[in-house]
């Protein structure tokens, strides 16, 4: 149940910094997830905690305790990674307990602890099998139990699910949580999967470029995402952007025109603008999103707040239980919805999308969002 604090971590490979100047305090008894897109750095920042590589700048702590200049056998951690990487000619047995042998544990003690951790895992019956005779799904269980074993203070995974099929992603995603559960212990889980991080996580860190963009409880990330990357990168389909212009900028209120010329209205925490009047002054740039969800079928006849824009449909995905409806805009834009259950609608068809402005979110021309009030959101962080 080890914490781990990083404190103005960088790392440099010859001239190219790959992490620059990281503080992160990862929770005791907790998942957090390390996500961004490839080459973010999230794998290199695994591989200093664990002691595979060395910072260039920066403290690594672990139970308070600075843990640069120890191994990673000293360091007290196990880490699973993309790769099973078993020995091929042992048994299952044998590699869930070579480290134990290695480290010089009794017979007694090595049975046992290999016993438990495969029964944990479900693959007690298959201790005398090779890797070769199992399916990828029980040689990550192999792999997962050969550091459970250990009885490390924190367990780091480094995307152990991508090499599953689709089916074998969602059992093992249930596999790690029920035993996060169970060993009550700390992870540290890197993916480029939002979605597993979504289901499995505590706590989310969204990074690029080596940085920290926003860390965060899922839904905290998913209802209030700090810029446009954050909120197009969680999410999937991913968040729909449309361009503006302020038409207006009032204490509580921003009037915003869309290309087809409809202005939404949208209510803003009173404090949002300050300091920010020249990014939101007549006729500057802005970004609206929203959620694929969040856009439903409208009637432009209707009186009621918010906009409709019409559009043309692409293509659609009947999935059964629910359906993606992709259309683009009469102005070229292209914005995606999703519909529960299944929606059958004819390639080319006319249709209008009605647009909450309580669902909506504001981005400037940096890509920073604006505190916006929406209802129907922080209730399902409160719940």
């Known amino acids: 149940m080890a914490t781990i604090a990083l404190k103005n971590v960088t790392k440099d490979f010859k001239d190219h910094r790959i992490i620059a100047g990281i503080d992160l305090e990862i929770a005791g008894n907790a998942c957090t997830a390390l996500v961004g897109p490839s080459g973010c750095g999230k794998s290199t920042l695994l591989r200093l905690i664990c002691g595979l590589e060395e910072p260039t700048t920066g403290e690594i702590h672990i139970d308070g305790q600075c843990v640069n200049a120890l191994s990673p056998v000293e360091r007290g951690i196990a880490m699973v990674f993309q790769s099973y990487a078993l020995y091929p000619h042992m048994t299952v047995f044998d590699n869930m307990a070579f480290a134990l042998k290695i480290a010089g544990c009794s017979k007694t003690d090595i049975t ?28 990550q269980r192999v792999a997962i139990g050969r550091a459970i074993v250990r009885r490390p203070k924190a367990f780091l995974f480094d995307e152990p699910l991508s090499n599953l099929d689709a089916a074998l992603r969602f059992q093992m995603r249930y596999e790690l949580a029920r035993l ?19 289901t499995m996580a505590d706590m989310i860190v969204v990074m690029r470029e080596g940085c920290i963009e926003q860390q965060g409880v899922p839904l905290d990330l998913y209802y209030h995402p700090k810029n446009i990357f954050v909120a197009s990168f969680i ?9 503006a212009v302020v038409e207006a900028a009032q204490e509580e209120r921003l ?3 869309f290309l087809s010329n409809e202005i939404l209205s ?7 603008l300050q300091g920010k009047e020249g990014l939101f002054s007549k006729g500057s740039m802005v970004t609206i999103g929203i959620r694929p969800e969040d856009i439903s079928e409208g009637d432009p006849t209707e009186n009621k707040e918010g906009v409709c824009l019409k559009g043309n449909i692409s293509f659609v995905e ?3 239980n629910e359906t993606y409806v992709y259309v683009t805009l009469k102005e070229g834009e292209h914005v995606s919805l999703r519909l529960a259950g299944s929606c059958f609608y004819k390639l080319g068809q006319s249709i209008f999308l009605f647009l909450c402005p309580e669902r909506c979110h504001v981005f400037d021309a940096n890509g920073m969002a604006i505190k916006c009030l929406k209802k129907g959101h922080d209730e399902h962080l409160n719940g």
Request: proline share 4%.
């Open 255 to 257: 009037f915003l025109r």
């Open 180 to 198: 996060k559960v169970e060993l009550k212990t700390t992870m540290v889980y890197v993916t480029h999967d939002q979605e597993e991080a979504m």
């Open 318 to 320: 009947n999935l059964g």
């Open 112 to 139: 046992r602890r290999v016993q438990q951790a495969a029964k944990t895992l479900q693959v007690d019956h298959l201790l005398d099998r090779k890797p070769k005779q199992l399916s990828g799904g029980q040689r």
């Open 266 to 272: 949208i209510t803003i925490d009173p404090f949002a």
């Open 235 to 243: 999410g999937s389909p991913t968040m729909n952007f449309l361009k």
